[in-house]
């Protein structure tokens, strides 16, 4: 930092909320925030005590210039970041990936207002509503207000000289009852306004006020028994109470409020936005934040609100978020809901997000499947608390038969993936009897000797199959050999899915959909797979041999013989004499001849 005296341009910060922004050497802004107090802020990036991440260590190498504006209050400084990093975007701040040009429903200034759809919002006094991310959802509306209120589609200069000029004939739209032909004065100007203000009302989310209109307008038609009228008014009214009943999702007493939920990744955080009137859901939508430096969930939640509400032009004086943002503001209310309504919604907002996330991930893996690999490693890293990524994973797995004919397995997976071609099994020499604790310590001991000798390479994790015996065992080995620190190990035990850690009596859960938790299941269950294979070939060889040796004359290395030239019994059995000479004496060919002679 000799290039730049940090210290001296501090002290030109004042103690006051606002806008920070960082320039390099060539002058390009690299970096904006915002902070409730500018120099403590901005002091932290230089506070050499800090754990910060290696993205912020490169950032602050190469701020030469800072800048900053005050503002009022926390808010204006967060909404003034937010407008600030959309114009400038710089190198280091947090990316909005949206690229989409979102459609809005427009209520054209003019005499007898159009309504319609459009991409392009242009100042010319027009009532612009939106914008719809669904636009499926926004043509549902449209085809809604085409079957209750019948609007001009015509783009005729309506204005009273003209009308009252007779310079317009009415077209086919008023034949088929779609318009109310306003441009030959068959509708007046009042009641086209009249229908204009209630599609506004339902616009806006307001359904409960218009059916609580009609509903009297409905009566009083009955009671002045004009009910063609009351009819044309029940058929309007029953398609606005079927549309509010799918779309209501909570108490319509919540009047106007915005919801906000996140999911994050290692590089991504996506958020999803409600904005709900009336009980009624009016507006959603997701977006996908690129992270840069390594940026919190509040971080980003709260540049993402800020971005909402600007986007929406949303005055929701209640926001619900998960968790509490650090903004204080009179005028706006931040909710946690534990319980209740809000709660519904917030879980709602938070299946939206998830959802996203999930389908946005599985298109980045499909696309590269490094990705995936990539952020499983990573999440098991966390999961399992190590210190480096598990690209090389080893598993150790022991079988045996009634004590006898012990074995033990072990497989090996890189990246996540089963590598085979690594797979080994070991016979078990040093260990007499059903001993399962000896077993893993001579397998692990055998295994890794020969790794350090040969020097390929140890894994980053060990998994054991077995409890707190087998890991201990285990531990036993990696301490002889003196690589005990050099690798994580954990035992898995069957029962629970419980992973032990060594001299920790306590075990570790993960969740039973978990990613982590499956690669280590998918461990266990190879190693289990590789060991019973190579055990059931080598008890089904021991029992032929132990057959064998009930021939008088035949001891285990004739019968051992046998097999290997005869490949079964069954072949020994229907073997004559001269084949048995290949391999025995006369005088053991001729006891195997009568004992299954015999036998038959």
Not at 185 to 195: A, L
Not at 206 to 233: F, P, Q, W
Not at 413 to 437: A, C, L, M, Q
């Amino acid at each position: 930092m000799s290039q730049f005296d940090y210290k001296e341009a501090l002290k030109k910060i004042p103690h006051k909320a606002g806008v920070y922004q960082y320039w390099n050497a060539e002058n390009e802004l690299i970096y904006i925030g915002k902070a409730k107090d500018l120099r403590n802020r901005v002091g932290s990036y230089f506070n050499k005590d800090l754990n910060v991440n290696a993205k912020t260590r490169v950032l602050v190498s190469r701020i030469r210039n800072i800048t900053f504006t005050i503002v009022d209050t926390e808010v204006d400084a967060w909404l003034l970041e937010n407008s600030l990093i959309k114009k400038h975007q710089p190198r280091y701040n947090v990316m909005l990936k949206d690229d989409k040009t979102y459609p809005w429903i427009i209520i054209k200034n003019e005499n007898f207002p159009r309504i319609f759809w459009t991409r392009r919002i242009v100042k010319d006094g027009s009532k612009y509503l939106g914008p719809y991310a669904s636009v499926s959802m926004m043509h549902a509306i449209l085809s809604l207000i085409k079957d209750t209120y019948p609007l001009r589609t015509c783009n005729l200069a309506l204005t009273r000289p003209n009308i009252d000029a007779g310079k317009f004939k009415v077209c086919l739209e008023y034949q088929l009852g779609n318009c109310k032909g306003p441009c030959q004065n068959y509708q007046t100007e009042g009641d086209y306004d009249h229908n204009i203000e209630e599609i506004t009302n339902i616009l806006n989310g307001k359904i409960g006020s218009v059916l609580r209109t009609m509903k009297a307008e409905m009566d009083e038609a009955i009671s002045a028994m004009n009910y063609e009228h009351a009819h044309r008014l029940k058929r309007k009214f029953d398609l606005l109470e079927n549309y509010q009943s799918k779309s209501t999702v909570v108490n319509s007493s919540i009047t106007e409020v915005d919801v906000f939920s996140i999911a994050s990744e290692e590089k991504y955080a996506f958020v999803n936005y409600l904005k709900v009137m009336n009980g009624t859901i009016i507006q959603t939508q997701t977006i996908e934040l690129k992270k840069r430096l390594d940026e919190s969930d509040e971080e980003l939640l709260e540049l993402a609100i800020s971005e909402f509400r600007t986007r929406y032009n949303s005055t929701s004086k209640e926001i619900i978020v998960p968790f509490d943002i650090n903004i204080e503001d009179s005028a706006i209310k931040f909710t946690v809901p534990k319980l209740g309504e809000k709660r519904k919604l917030l879980d709602l907002s938070q299946k939206n997000v998830s959802f996203f996330k999930k389908e946005r991930i599985d298109q980045y893996e499909k696309l590269n499947p490094e990705v995936r690999t990539e952020r499983l490693l990573t999440q098991m890293m966390k999961d399992l608390r190590m210190n480096q990524l598990p690209r090389h994973i080893e598993c150790f797995d022991n079988s045996n038969f009634q004590g006898k004919y012990p074995v033990s397995a072990i497989v090996v997976f890189r990246d996540g993936k089963p590598s085979k071609k690594d797979y080994r099994h070991f016979n078990v020499k040093t260990v007499e009897g059903p001993d399962d604790f000896a077993t893993m310590e001579e397998a692990v001991l055998r295994r890794y000797r020969r790794v350090l000798d040969e020097d390929t390479g140890l894994p980053q994790l060990i998994v054991i199959d077995g409890g707190k015996g087998q890991l201990s065992s285990a531990m036993k080995s990696l301490k002889l050999l003196g690589i005990d620190k050099q690798v994580t190990v954990i035992g898995i035990a069957k029962r629970l899915e419980e992973l032990y850690y060594p001299g920790d009596q306590y075990p570790l859960y993960l969740d039973k959909k978990s990613e982590t938790l499956k690669v280590i299941q998918q461990l266990r269950d190879e190693a289990h797979r590789f060991g019973i294979t190579f055990h059931r070939k080598k008890r089904d060889k021991g029992t032929l041999v132990t057959e064998l040796e009930l021939i008088e004359g035949i001891g285990k290395t004739t019968a051992e013989k046998l097999l290997k030239y005869f490949k079964s019994v069954k072949k020994i059995r229907e073997a004559d004499e001269t084949l048995l000479l290949e391999v025995v004496n006369t005088k053991q060919a001729k006891a195997i001849l009568g004992y299954f002679n015999g036998s038959e």
